[in-house]
């Protein structure tokens, strides 16, 4: 069964980065791209990037380059995503989701306050 | 970047109706469209995914249809736990997702 948890809810002062983590199982890692999504309070869903487990290969929308950074360790099936420069209007729920498949894990909140 | 509208920005119905809701891009898209289903505290559900091929698990009441920039999700019968809102998500050009419909009561 395939299974994606990330790491708990985080608050950031705005200015600061924060790192959320996907920790893949029960399946292939470097058999499936993830993907990045995020939906900000009374907002919808808005995709933030797709990174290959095989060679850590990324993309992004134009409007997340440069302060949005994914990566992967296949030593612990885990990938993360790393926003900088927060502002309020990234306090959001984030998402990771397979590519190409109904799974995604339970979403982070990131609340940025000062 | 494609631009998916979706419309209507929400869907009044009654259980056991039908519910009929689009998505137009800006420039084709072929058959890559997908639908999720997205209620508060939930992630992402994923219904359809190539303008008609239900994702695994998911009940025939939906179906999904269209190609090139218009496209449609339809719930036969709604029932009770399908009222959210429905988000499409194209992945022809880097990846978007329609602004929703709320389906509600």
């Known amino acids: 069964q395939v299974h994606l948890v990330q790491s708990g809810a985080e608050v950031k002062q705005p200015g600061a980065s924060v790192k959320i983590s996907c920790r893949a199982s029960g399946y292939t890692f470097t058999s499936y791209s993830l993907h990045w999504v995020r939906q900000a309070p009374g907002q919808g869903l808005e995709w933030m990037g797709i990174i290959n487990p095989r060679d850590g290969g990324t993309t992004y929308p134009q409007k997340f380059q440069g302060r949005v950074t994914l990566t992967r360790d296949t030593s612990t099936s885990t990938f993360y995503m790393e926003l900088s420069s927060l502002r309020s209007e990234d306090t959001a729920v984030y998402y990771c989701?397979?590519?190409?498949?109904?799974?995604w894990g339970q979403g982070t909140l990131v609340t940025v306050s000062s | 970047e494609i631009v998916l509208t979706q419309s209507p920005a929400t869907l009044s119905l009654s259980p056991g109706e039908r519910a009929t809701l689009s998505c137009r891009a800006s420039q084709s898209v072929t058959i890559y469209l997908a639908w999720y289903q997205k209620k508060p505290g939930q992630a992402p559900r994923l219904l359809i995914y190539?303008?008609?091929k239900r994702a695994t698990g998911i009940p025939a009441r939906f179906s999904g249809s269209g190609s090139g920039t218009n496209f449609t999700l339809t719930i036969s019968s709604l029932e009770p736990e399908d009222f959210a809102v429905y988000y499409c998500q194209q992945r022809t050009n880097l990846y978007t997702f329609g602004q929703g419909t709320k389906v509600e009561i």
């Open positions: 190539d303008a008609s």
């Open positions: 989701g397979r590519d190409r498949s109904a799974d």
